[in-house]
């Protein structure tokens, strides 16, 4: 038996867990214990600098509530939520990529007819989305779901503003028909700061980085026999496209919007979905 | 400009920090976020299993509160505390090694005569404890400070237990004259468990590990000149020494203690320190 020091710490305290640890659950924590603790002998951390992550810690855990998840925030910053995202939805060239889902997904949003408007409160520059859902041999997909959401022209989603915005607003579900096509109106995406009252908002400004996300457009794209995509399109005069604070932006998910001529929308946006088989 | 991708992560995430970042955050955070996204990859971390690293963080924090740190807690079972503290004390051959501060210290315990009783219950099994304070030449180190503090026979510390135990209970600070030599009586330590109702103890539980430290007693010995000494005595012959949930015990750091034969006092433990020089 060899007892703890700075060399050998990561290996004495795997060395720990029982015989019967689930195999999966020694596998994660071999790793993590291994890294951190490399992590904290290559950067010499000091007894003080433990101490504020202590604290920076625990102020993050505080800060969540029903309506509020620093934690996620957290990882989204440190670009953490974007890796286990890119982990666990590699797909073959040609199908659409994902991206995070983020924390403003409301379930069961209204079904609406091809050609709604989604935009519920009138504010906002009219845009006009369509395309079509297709597989990987280039054929659409009928029947497929497509869940929409997006923040108003403030900047702010429905659900941060109840009794403000109108319930459901810019948000709805639209299902394709035999020629996989969809269609919609709604409004050009604007870019908003992520919330930053709090301690991942202080730690991003020591860090020199700004709150925002630039403007964007979810999806979440359904169809039986296929990956569920998760994902954005983003518009790609946006000035925080190459500083997403998330780092949510993907070369391929940069939509063209066209500034259209003469009647009620302003801009149009073009954009096919490729879903992979399961 | 390149985008986020499952290779390129950390060095996206890393990139993203302003220039006027302080020097040692900047190590500090690319190092972390390098070794976090190494980790995830590692193991491909799987959403189900993030979120349910989301959860398990949310709920540490929130069971943090003035009496009860979970994260230290965390970091101790991990031997991250442990680690902080080896490498930032670094010590010559000789000297006698540090482990562990732990939650239970109190500053400014009464400054007792040498031989005196800090066992103000009456439980438990006396013991003398003496030795000696002294630097790299074996010299006696006159004026040192020996801050002393132990749980109770039942395994609980004085602050623990107010209105239960008398206040002070197993503290005590002693004063070292010019031979440099301490005495005074306890108990013989007894083990006990961290605190293991909250979600630390439910990973320990997961991990098939046990919430004890072996028996100890604390001392923070300091002198004007000498690196401050934060360390335990432990009882060679307790069931989890090789166990300590906290990963603080150091082969030199195992105290003898011996049974003496008649009067009052049932054990006798003999210890010197030895002071490193600032």
Redesign the interface.
């Known amino acids: 038996?060899s007892?703890?020091?700075?060399k050998n710490?990561?290996e004495?305290?795997n060395a720990?867990?029982?015989?019967?640890?689930?195999p999966r659950?020694r596998?994660?924590?071999t790793?993590?214990?291994t890294?951190?603790?490399?992590?904290?002998?290559?950067?010499?951390?000091?007894?003080d600098?433990?101490d504020h992550a202590?604290g920076f810690?625990?102020?993050?855990?505080?800060m969540?509530s029903d309506e509020r998840?620093e934690?996620?925030l957290l990882?989204d910053v440190?670009?953490?939520?974007?890796?286990?995202?890119?982990?666990?939805n590699?797909r073959p060239d040609g199908a659409t990529e994902n991206t995070v889902f983020g924390p403003f997904h409301v379930a069961n949003a209204p079904i609406r007819t091809m050609g709604d408007n989604i935009c519920l409160d009138g504010k906002g520059e009219s845009c006009l989305f369509e395309g079509r859902v297709l597989n990987l041999d280039d054929n659409p997909i009928e029947g497929a779901c497509l869940d929409v959401w997006a923040d108003n022209a403030d900047g702010f989603y429905d659900v941060q503003q109840p009794g403000i915005q109108p319930k459901w607003n810019n948000r709805g579900r639209f299902i394709t028909g035999a020629d996989g096509a969809y269609s919609f109106r709604g409004i050009k995406p604007v870019s908003y700061p992520i919330p930053d009252d709090g301690p991942v908002g202080k730690m991003l400004g020591?860090?020199?980085?700004h709150p925002y996300r630039p403007a964007h457009i979810h999806y979440l794209v359904t169809a039986p026999g296929y990956q569920k995509l998760v994902t954005h399109t983003f518009v790609g005069d946006d000035e925080y496209l190459?500083?997403d604070a998330v780092?949510?932006?993907?070369?391929s998910l940069i939509a063209p919007y066209e500034r259209t001529e003469g009647g009620d929308t302003v801009w149009h946006s073009r954009f096919d979905f490729v879903l992979a088989p399961v």
């Not at 890294?35 to 000091?46: D, G, I, M, Q």
């Not at 810690?57 to 505080?62: I, V, Y």
Request: some cysteine; proline content about 0%.
């Open positions: 038996m007892y703890f020091n700075d710490s990561a004495i305290v720990r867990m029982g015989a019967e640890t689930d659950l596998e994660i924590m790793s993590l214990v890294h951190l603790h490399a992590f904290a002998r290559e950067v010499n951390l000091t007894q600098e433990w202590i810690l625990t102020r993050t855990g505080q969540c998840q934690f996620i990882s440190l670009g953490f939520s974007m890796l286990v995202d890119a982990i666990n590699r020591h860090l020199g980085r190459e500083s780092f949510g932006v993907k070369r």
